[in-house]
């Protein structure tokens, strides 16, 4: 007799073996679809493991040839992948000088004049007329308009409240000394450059030559909240058979701190600098040594071909991208670390707070770490994410004479040799280059080959699916 005690006990039996009996008819399906597909493959050796009448020491024996394969394909394609991802470049000499242009090399100089009587006069009459102490005002002004790394430690005190830290750098500008000079170079009628493009550095307001980032620097550019890559002029290029290359600059009412750069580059404090006092004429001879990337570098991200183009800024200070204006920011983010506050003469930004002169003193008694980017203690150097430009031209000073001249302040520069060779960064390993590599080491490894591939993808997507539906 059926009682409700064995129906109970019947059907949870019932209950349990259905379960059992799906999964394993998932398994054999599941192993029933695998044979098919290692029957039809392409890929050798795996036939092997389902023929008729094969052994199990047999198949083992298959299986574990099969898999050590597999694993040294799959080694030698990483290792293929990775040689893809870090080092995909190469750089090359070339020595066919004459089919190339040398860029003229640019000039920042930063008079030793920081200051105009008449105008500062202006800005305390204007600004500060309610404040008794004039003179304290004055002798703010006058350190505030020479302050820079090395003398940070030197502005007086004062209260941010009459001089406040997001206007030092418009007082600045606004008692600025205009430096009075005479242009000239080796073709006026090519190299129509007139003017000087104002510009502010790690070591206040100067005046640069044939520069396409001093605009950038420019107060005009940060007062107008711009980050658009301006049109600019060709650079000043020659060739050997043109002759002589120089410039010069004449009659400059101050003495001066000098930076010979690229044109696409940026002054920096750390770097080689020139200094003349007034009434001296320098003459300087340059060597150059160029570098520039192929169209198909472009292709490349920029960890595998470690540069960047003059586009490609990731600076939160600059549209464009230079190797010296990143050291800067770096500079600039060590500072405010340390003292939770930036230098009045980097480009004003929500993130970080301009320092007072409390900040400017903290920052004083860090200035050989933050100018060198390296502790003198540890000799550790501070990391920077610096890439170099993947185009750049370094310019090393041959000679550079002194001499007294009555006639005023001078400069001449010029480069004394052409470079007879330039360095070329091209792509030595391309996508191309990894499929070869990837495809022969599986060809070798497993006789396997695209339409391989193509097969596994076949079949465990639609083949799968209507294997399954057929079942079902």
Known sequence: MWTPRLVLILAMKKARRKPTSFIKKFINEGIKFLKIFVSATSIHGLIHFTGPRIHLIERMLWLISFVLCLYGATILSLSTWKRYQETPTVISMERNWKDWNTSFPSITICPTEKYDELALQELIDTEFKNYTNKEEISNFLIHLANATYFTFINVPEIGTNIVPPSRYIEFIYRIRFNLR???????????????????????????????????????????????????????????????????????????????????????????????????????????????????????????????????????????????????????????HKLCGCIPHFYRPSYQYKICDVKGMHCLGQYSELLVKLKDSLTNNKIQCPCHLPCEYTIYVVETEENME????????????????????????????????????????????????????LYFFTLRLYLYIMRQS
């Open 181 to 335: 000079y005479v242009l000239s170079n080796s073709n006026m009628e090519l190299f129509n450059i007139s003017t000087l493009d104002l510009t502010i550095t790690e070591l206040g307001i100067c005046y640069a030559y044939n520069s396409r980032v001093a605009i950038y620097n420019s107060y005009s550019y940060w007062l107008s909240k711009n980050w658009t890559i301006l049109s600019s002029d060709k650079l000043i290029e020659r060739n050997p058979l043109d002759g002589d290359m120089f410039g010069q600059i004449m009659n400059m009412s101050s003495g001066y701190y000098g930076f010979i750069h690229s044109p696409m580059e940026a002054p920096d404090i750390a770097a080689y600098m020139l200094f003349s006092p007034s009434y001296v004429f320098k003459s300087i001879e340059l060597t150059a040594l160029s570098t520039y990337s192929t169209s198909k570098v472009k292709d490349l991200n920029i960890e595998q071909r470690k540069c960047r183009f003059f586009n490609e800024s990731n600076l939160i200070t600059s549209p464009v991208y230079a190797y010296r204006l990143c050291r800067n920011e770096c500079r600039m983010k060590l500072a």
């Open 405 to 456: 001249w009555p006639f005023g302040t001078y400069i001449k520069w010029s480069l004394s040799k052409y470079p007879r060779m330039r360095l070329k960064r091209d792509i030595l390993f391309g996508f191309s280059d990894v499929l070869v590599s990837v495809g022969g080491t599986f060809g070798l490894f497993l006789g396997s080959s695209v339409l391989s591939f193509m097969e596994i």
